[in-house]
């Protein structure tokens, strides 16, 4: 390895620590409450015209990963464009640390939500509570790149995924404001606390 290579690999390293070390701000708030409120939209439109908008079996499962989807990919084109103007030439490495972090818990939820859906339609069910729990576990492993605030709406995303099993294993079927109010006002919360957190870093 020459002088150079050596010079470049101590310079990726040394990058790799600051990102580590560095809170990621790339979560915009207005994005984040955008999606709190298209939650408690489709919990709305759900509860009005079921019929129109899946409040049941697969129909529930399917629109909520739509909702799901669309939100993911708001706050995915907001990331992108805050995280290269807010963190400069350190950004694809602040993307890529939480991808790394992201990726994992959405690749559970997606085979979790695929087999269910495909092989026990029965246990549909359980799918809203385990969707708020995986959030939860987001929130509380993110916690050393994003606001340590982020820990209160992890422990939401938990007490309501707990709550949310226990009353739709009774009812035996999902409801559309049990995946409406944790998320609506969950990801209402994570806005304040990223938006309090960007006030934070402003002041002199």
Known sequence: MTDLD???????????????????????????????????????????????????????????????????????????????????????????GTLRLLLPFGAAGAVITLVIARAAPDAIWILPGLWQLLVALIGFTAVSTLPPAILWAAAWYFGCGTLTLLLAAQAGAPGPWLMGLPFGIGQLLVAFILHHAARADAQP
């Open 6 to 96: 050596q010079a470049l690999a101590q310079l990726a390293f040394i990058q790799g620590r600051v990102a580590a070390s560095t809170r990621f701000r790339g979560l915009a708030p207005s994005a984040v409450a955008l999606t709190g409120v298209l939650a408690l939209v489709l919990a709305t439109a759900q509860s009005v015209a079921p019929d129109s908008w899946g409040a049941s079996g697969l129909g529930f499962v399917w629109a909520w990963v739509g909702l799901a989807a669309v939100a993911s990919g708001v706050i995915a084109v907001e990331a992108l464009d805050r995280a290269r103007r807010l963190h400069g030439g350190l950004a694809d490495l602040m993307i890529a």
